[in-house]
């Protein structure tokens, strides 16, 4: 739609929204009129939630996750492993594997992978102090939990070299078929490593 | 996901934001954290666009259309002919005609249709002060462009014995087969009302 809005505001209003990702100018007019068939407080509510977050925000100094205070809930837990350290590409990482329940280590948030294509390079990743932190010596193991991309690879094996004359072990997620899932249904290099790093029954 | 947020602050934005349709807590959380990467003043300038909209918009007081001021510009224009009233649905309603660049008239926007299912009787819409409008003399005639839905139906059938005693023209917009369509994937009742309302071509 190739439209003049009948509102400087409403057009404004459009136009900041469709500045999100998949938002496009449709959508974002879908979205800014709803918010103007309800009470102006829903608006406000939003606004202000989005302004409190962009001006207090934290990140935690130790591992990087974004936090309200200056170290995080998870660094900052003593009952966390400290000789288990999950490498992470961003905040959802760190939220998916908590997700799960079965993660008592702390993590490392790199804040993106090597990707040379974007421009990325390790210098922009939270890389240095992750080899500052294994340094330290507190920590046995660390866990790469990247996506099984190209980028993702790439840094799982800069990480690799990086870490090569530490002491520390260095694991990565197990791939293999989905729980639940069907066998017919899983692609081919899924299905592969899966019987590749196939586990022993016990008898 | 069920998890915990590492933060109130991204708790609460992500949870304003899946207040808003078709945004659930997955797609707020990836919308936050878009925002989260970008410099501040990207989420600010949402947070104010969205503040302003909420506080400072303004509704025509003659077509009840958006609009920074109490008249809007499309009522304030002399250039429009004020004899012709295109009733709409919603501000998209007008927004979507005058997109098309034909009509130079007036608008009245209802602010929703008639629908019992909802709770929407003729007392929630703008149905009086159309009714108040017309009778003042200068409008001749009244386009319905509601959409052909149940509700858009109703809601003209009620405008249409509402304004019955008046001498006002009332049309409505032609159905038929969309300009650049295919006969053979047109709807059926939408082929049936093109047949029904054929167009005579000059000789």
Same mark, same amino acid.
């Given at each position: 739609?190739?439209?003049?809005?009948?509102?400087?505001?409403?057009?404004?209003?459009?136009?900041?929204? =469709?500045?999100?990702?998949?938002? +496009?100018?449709?959508?974002? %007019?879908?979205? /800014?009129? $709803?918010?103007?068939?309800?009470?102006?407080?829903?608006?406000?509510?939003?606004?202000?939630?989005?302004?409190?977050?962009?001006?207090?925000?934290?990140?935690?100094?130790?591992?990087?996750?974004?936090?309200?205070?200056?170290?995080?809930?998870?660094?900052?837990?003593?009952?966390?492993?400290?000789?288990?350290?999950?490498?992470?590409?961003?905040?959802?990482?760190?939220?998916?594997?908590? =997700?799960?329940?079965?993660?008592? +280590?702390?993590?490392?948030? %790199?804040?993106? /992978?090597? $990707?040379?294509?974007?421009?990325?390079?390790?210098?922009?990743?939270?890389?240095?102090?992750?080899?500052?932190?294994?340094?330290?010596?507190?920590?046995?193991?660390?866990?790469?939990?990247?996506?099984?991309?190209?980028?993702?690879?790439?840094?799982?094996?800069?990480?690799?070299?990086?870490?090569?004359?530490?002491?520390?072990?260095?694991?990565?997620?197990?791939?293999?078929?989905?729980?639940?899932?069907?066998?017919?249904?899983?692609?081919?290099?899924? %299905?592969?490593?899966?019987?590749?790093?196939?586990?022993?029954?016990?008898?």
């Amino acid at each position: 739609m190739n439209e003049q809005y009948p509102s400087m505001l409403l057009k404004r209003a459009v136009g900041e929204m =469709s500045k999100l990702p998949g938002i +496009g100018q449709r959508t974002a %007019l879908r979205l /800014v009129l $709803s918010l103007l068939r309800q009470k102006p407080e829903v608006a406000l509510a939003l606004a202000d939630s989005l302004t409190r977050l962009a001006t207090e925000v934290h990140y935690c100094r130790e591992c990087h996750n974004i936090s309200d205070n200056d170290i995080c809930d998870i660094c900052a837990n003593p009952a966390r492993d400290r000789s288990l350290l999950c490498v992470v590409e961003n905040i959802r990482g760190v939220m998916s594997i908590e =997700s799960t329940g079965m993660y008592k +280590g702390l993590y490392h948030v %790199l804040g993106g /992978v090597i $990707s040379p294509m974007d421009g990325i390079g390790p210098g922009q990743l939270e890389m240095d102090s992750l080899v500052e932190r294994v340094g330290r010596g507190e920590v046995k193991e660390v866990i790469i939990a990247l996506n099984p991309t190209m980028e993702g690879d790439t840094t799982a094996f800069y990480i690799q070299r990086r870490l090569s004359n530490t002491p520390v072990l260095l694991t990565t997620l197990a791939r293999g078929v989905n729980v639940g899932d069907d066998i017919e249904y899983t692609d081919e290099v899924t %299905l592969g490593r899966s019987l590749t790093a196939r586990i022993e029954l016990k008898k």
